[in-house]
């Protein structure tokens, strides 16, 4: 508890690092936001409630307060489900690659040989690869827009560059006296890599995940404005894809601009703490 | 200096001094290229914009009444009952752009090869044709093995093309181990035909450029009291991947006519232009509803007719086509005038969703089904939902999927799906609707017919034949497009009736009674058909043509004439 | 090892990659519902054309006979035939590829010109303005959303300025007209421009933040220390000892950046009508146009592949204690 409270004291000093907080628990207020709204009105459901006044796109009112989309949805409950949809897309696919490439890291890095050398193969294609074509492509191919499907693809292209990361530290992690302890002791590979090596690189796990969370909310939001997302689920590029289709891009700034500016500050939030939190597991960087 | 010297002539060039010297230079946008210049090949529409300027039919339709009129032919067709066979006069003095006549030869060299090598564009309106025989070189007689309506709206409006061209390329494919995939796969670079503009330049990735054709045949004929044209010189194709772009270009002038329909959201903005003309036409189209009627509850008429009460099609063209649009109560658009039947049922037309729910509700009680907790509305218009809807056989329904087509091919029906499953699911019927790849649903729908329900939609023709393609039951073959699996054997006679019958008024009736008995049946349910929105310059060109789909039709640009300057 | 063999190594590596890419690939479509008819509905159309036309693509063979055909098709080059268009893969792609070289490396290129001297001032500038300001205008951009940034870009300066083209590579008019080679070559600079300033300003904090993170732990080595104990100028310290020794880590890093920057290459052409692979690939994928998408996803991999190949060698001929 002490280290987290001195790391979180170090972060706190990261001027970058608590922007990007900040901005994130705007977002968080924004999700929260989102299932209020639908029972003060029915007309704020972000796909399907429609104000029975408006049948086209306005500018921001005092009951739409960013206005209406193409059929008169309200664009604010939109953007506050989308933040939902962002969280869970990005979180969930993270966590998804960060899992494999920790656990393929690990394998990698603690059995070594040919274990080592086919695993790291696959990494090193799928790193090279430019991972949005692909991404795209097997979209295509499964050719069902369901918003997990998507989730999961992007969460199984996304792991190469944890792994790696995690495959070094392993290795130097292996040399250690302590574990070499445990190995004299007795005990099993498994319990010496969930006991005492896993312990030690997670923190390197959960700051890859930070930027996991970025990738991925790009990634899906790439994939919903060139039309091959979830069409069923209000996401942030899904709005831009609506906007975009409908003809208002360049007309109605008030629909275009939120959804845009919400994906970007996310991703760069995201971004924004995984690089105070870089700085602080990776002293080096660090300011003397 | 020196180097500066050309590159601020080079920016000139560019901005803006190539103007005056393409006066009469129509800039057309359009959404993609052409995929081929080969008139046997090409199916899409980007094709067929270049393509149809090069080659010309026997006989056309009129743009205001679309009456059928001779073209290349003289005279009506003289059609003889008793032997099936039709006689054809051509109009003479017509040459192909490179100089050879045209005659009766290049007829039926064409029809000849449609025949041969059974081309799969061509052949539904060709099958039908024993033989053409040229009389001679101005004369023509059709064998047919049949009399089919389709010879006058399909087979005597296909294109001609010439036999001088493509005799050796025909003869070279017949050669090879698969001739008819050489035919389609002949890459034509020089185009001949003799159409009103000719090719002139093709720059792949960015432009097509077409030439006025001097010797046009129809140069200075009078149709519906206009002289045609052609008055424009020349007709340059520029792609834009985007109607936003294409907007764009049409507001700055570097195109004159976007070759494409526009959405409602850019009409507002646009109208403002004073520049700039808006045009709304309907579409010759339908989007509907289609179930699987081999399987359950799909099978059982009274619940297609409940799910039919229950889609609010006034809701989806009000909001989803911000009333650019009509409800479809019909599988014939109401814009195709003489075949569209007026009186087929429409169901749930102004009724309230209260009102909707409530006529279900008695349609499916009255068909046997029942519920674990009945769906109601309540006197304050509240609708408690209904749970667990059973068949009048005692089986729950089970869960379905409404296939809609992804975002990236239409994302309002994809919208539109959802509305439906919101709708459905408020008197209990337990349905998802599934976006899913164009490619994917056709392959389950058609090849597979592995599916519960999907929403489509048809770019249609004028002549209704099409309901017999859709409903007739030999069309329940993979691949055909009865997918459905909608047969009725009493459909099928009338269907079949009406292909063969000559007699206009006749089919009609035949085609309305059609009409009623897919409605009354609903293997299909019509949701609507859009309205085709246009955007032009009206300061560079006047004279366009409003049509059923819209005014980029063939007429529009043989009428189209130059605005000289100063003249607005 | 010398160059020459670790180069032949390396390029034994490429080969197998690929090998097996193009086995994803080929699987992937394979196992997965529609082929070439599953676009074509057409009432006019007979049902049996469409067997004609399975039949035209060879998909009625058995399934390891189409990969054999594939694979020798990929070998030669040649990718078989469009779904789509009435070409054959390799002419469609061919003309695609020089447009997206052209943007891509020109983008990389210049955003590493801008993106290495900045990283060296801030990191030299460590805790100032100048490297707060940097920092998070570089990041950014380096995580806006590229599709929405774009058509900003486009609104701004294409349509309410009229500085540039809406999108596209050349101007119909000037091509149609036989200008002559250098107002073409103008032309299509002026359409470089904006689609080439969006690409720049995603990449270059990629290098900035590289170079600056290298430079920081370069400045902390011992020989560092030393020759500010010898006094010498910093400008000097700076250019010659740091800041070149800095260089080699972000060499390598160009692996990923170049992957990195394609994703963004891929929307961008989308965005700006560049007629590059990017673009293809995305149309090819809507069109469901799979041979041409399988095609242009493998040209990106190759151009990837050997971009690291050659970041490899220039990381051999950078650092000599390096030996192969």
Avoid at chain 1, 49 to 64: C, M, N
Avoid at chain 1, 228 to 249: A, E, I, N
Avoid at chain 2, 68 to 92: H, M, S, Y
Avoid at chain 2, 164 to 180: D, F, G, N, Q, Y
Wanted: charged share 20%; hydrophobic share 45%; with cysteine.
């Amino acid at each position: 508890m002490g280290r987290f409270k001195e790391n979180f004291n170090l972060f706190r000093k990261n001027r970058l690092g608590m922007t990007g907080l900040f901005i994130l628990l705007f977002f968080l207020l924004l999700v929260i936001l989102g299932p209020i709204l639908p029972r003060i009105d029915e007309m704020y459901r972000p796909m399907t409630g429609v104000d029975k006044e408006i049948l086209w796109s306005t500018p921001p009112s005092r009951a739409h307060l960013l206005g209406t989309d193409f059929m008169g949805r309200d664009i604010l409950s939109q953007l506050a489900h989308g933040a939902r949809i962002a969280f869970m897309v990005g979180i969930s696919a993270a966590l998804a690659s960060v899992l494999i490439g920790t656990l393929v890291g690990l394998v990698a890095g603690y059995f070594g040989r040919l274990t080592d050398t086919l695993l790291m193969r696959l990494t090193d294609i799928l790193l090279t690869l430019p991972s949005l074509p692909l991404i795209i492509i097997i979209a295509a191919a499964l050719g069902k827009q369901s918003l997990w499907i998507i989730v999961g693809i992007i969460g199984l292209i996304g792991w190469p560059s944890t792994a790696r990361v995690i495959r070094a530290q392993t290795l130097s992690l292996k040399e250690r006296p302590f574990i070499e302890a445990a190995r004299v002791s007795g005990a099993s590979n498994f319990r010496i890599i969930t006991r005492h090596i896993a312990p030690n690189i997670l923190p390197l796990s959960f700051l890859y995940m930070t930027f996991g969370v970025t990738g991925a909310i790009l990634a899906e939001a790439g994939l919903s404005f060139l039309g091959l997302g979830d069409p069923s689920v209000v996401s942030w590029g899904m709005m831009l894809q609506w906007c975009f289709t409908t003809g208002h891009t360049f007309r109605a700034p008030y629909w275009v601009l939120p959804p845009g500016l919400s994906i970007s500050l996310v991703t760069f939030a995201f971004y924004l703490i995984g690089r105070a939190l870089d700085e602080i597991i990776n002293p080096r960087l660090r300011e003397r | 200096m020196k180097k500066i010297i050309p590159l601020l002539a080079a920016f000139f060039l560019i901005s803006g001094i190539i103007d005056p010297l393409f006066a009469s230079t129509l800039k057309i946008g359009m959404q993609d290229e052409p995929k081929t210049l080969n008139p046997f090949k090409a199916s899409d529409v980007w094709s067929w914009n270049v393509i149809g300027f090069f080659y010309e039919g026997l006989y056309t339709r009129n743009p205001v009444t679309f009456e059928i009129i001779p073209w290349l032919a003289e005279g009506d067709p003289e059609f003889d009952k008793k032997t099936n066979t039709c006689v054809i006069r051509l109009k003479k003095e017509i040459r192909w752009e490179d100089g050879v006549p045209f005659t009766a030869q290049d007829v039926v060299f064409t029809a000849q090869v449609f025949l041969d090598f059974k081309v799969p564009r061509y052949i539904s309106d060709w099958d039908f044709i024993e033989k053409v025989e040229a009389l001679d070189d101005y004369a023509l007689k059709f064998y047919l093995k049949e009399p089919y309506a389709i010879f006058f709206t399909g087979t005597l409006m296909s294109l001609i093309v010439p036999k001088h061209i493509w005799e050796p390329i025909v003869e070279e494919a017949k050669e090879t181990k698969s001739p008819l995939t050489t035919l389609l796969e002949y890459e034509v670079t020089k185009p001949i035909g003799l159409g009103s503009f000719r090719f002139s330049r093709w720059h792949r990735g960015a432009y097509v450029k077409l030439v006025k054709n001097p010797g046009y045949f129809a140069s200075g004929r009078k149709v519906k009291g206009k002289i045609v044209g052609p008055y424009i010189d020349e007709i340059l194709f520029k792609i834009y991947g985007t109607t936003d772009t294409a907007i764009l270009a049409l507001k700055r002038g570097e195109i004159d006519y976007i070759w494409w329909p526009i959405q409602p959201g850019f009409v507002k903005d646009l109208e403002g232009n004073p520049k700039i003309g808006v045009t709304n036409n309907p579409e010759n189209g339908l989007k509907y509803l289609a179930f699987n009627l081999r399987r359950t509850p799909f099978s059982d008429i009274n619940f297609r007719r409940a799910v039919a009460y229950l889609i609010d099609k006034d809701f989806l063209v009000r909001r989803i086509l911000q009333n650019y649009g009509e409800r479809m109560d019909n599988v014939v658009p109401p814009g195709n005038g003489f075949w569209f039947n007026s009186n087929t049922p429409k169901y749930g037309k102004g009724m309230s969703r209260q009102e909707r729910v409530k006529k279900a509700v008695e349609i499916l009680e009255r068909g046997g089904y029942s519920w674990k907790r009945r769906p109601k509305v309540l006197e304050n218009g509240r609708i408690v939902k209904g749970e667990g809807l059973t068949m009048p056989d005692g089986t729950l329904v089970k869960p379905f999927t409404i296939l809609t087509p992804p975002a990236d091919y239409d994302p309002l029906r994809a919208i539109a799906g959802l509305l439906i499953q919101e709708w459905l699911r408020e008197v209990g019927i337990p349905v998802t609707s599934a976006p899913t790849s164009f490619g994917d649903i056709v392959n389950k729908v058609n090849t597979e017919w592995d599916f519960d329900t999907y929403l489509l939609g048809w770019r249609l023709s004028l002549d209704p034949d099409y309901m017999r393609t859709f409903f007739h039951s030999k069309e329940i073959v993979r691949d055909g497009y009865n997918s459905m699996g909608y047969s009725n054997p009493a459909f099928d006679r009338l269907a079949d009736r009406s292909a063969k019958e000559l007699d206009e008024e006749k089919r009609r009736k035949s085609i309305f009674e059609m009409q009623e008995y897919i409605i009354k049946e609903a293997p299909y349910i019509p949701l609507y058909t859009s309205t085709s929105i246009e955007a032009y310059r009206k300061d560079r060109f006047t004279g366009w043509v409003n049509q059923l789909d819209g005014i980029g039709n063939g007429w529009s640009f043989l009428f189209l004439k130059p605005i000289k300057e100063g003249q607005e | 090892m010398n160059l020459g063999r670790f180069i032949l190594n390396r390029l034994g590596q490429i080969v197998i990659t690929l090998f097996i890419i193009t086995t994803f690939l080929f699987l992937l479509f394979r196992m997965m519902p529609g082929d070439p008819t599953s676009m074509i509905l057409d009432p006019k159309m007979p049902p049996e054309a469409k067997e004609l036309i399975r039949k035209e693509f060879g998909l009625d063979k058995p399934l390891m006979v189409q990969y054999l055909y594939y694979l020798k098709n990929t070998l030669t080059g040649n990718f078989g035939k469009s779904f789509y268009y009435p070409e054959t893969v390799l002419e469609i792609v061919k003309r695609k590829l020089p447009p997206t070289i052209l943007l891509f490396t020109t983008a990389v290129i210049l955003s590493y010109l801008i993106g290495l001297p900045l990283g060296k001032t801030i990191a030299w500038r460590r805790g100032s303005r100048l490297e707060m300001g940097a920092t998070v205008f570089g990041l950014f951009f380096y995580t806006v959303f590229i599709p929405w940034f774009g058509l900003i870009a486009i609104w701004v300066f294409s349509y309410r300025l009229g500085w540039f083209p809406i999108g596209g590579m050349l101007t119909p008019e000037v091509w149609a007209a036989d200008v002559g080679l250098f107002p073409k070559i103008w032309d299509v600079l002026y359409h470089l421009i904006l689609p080439l300033s969006v690409l720049t300003l995603l990449f270059f904090a990629g290098s900035m933040l590289l170079m600056r993170n290298s430079m920081l732990e370069t400045l902390r080595e011992d020989y560092i220390l030393t020759a500010r104990a010898k006094g010498l100028p910093e400008r000097v310290i700076k250019n010659r000892h740091a800041a070149r020794n800095a260089m080699l880590p972000v060499v390598t890093a160009l692996t990923l950046s170049l992957a990195f920057s394609l994703n963004g290459g891929v929307l961008t052409e989308t965005i700006f009508s560049w007629p590059g692979l990017g673009k293809a690939l995305v149309e090819a994928v809507l069109n469901h146009d799979y041979p041409l998408a399988q095609a242009a996803f493998l040209l990106l991999a190759i151009l990837v592949l050997f971009a690291n190949l050659l970041a490899d060698i220039l990381y051999a001929y950078l650092d000599p204690r390096i030996k192969y």
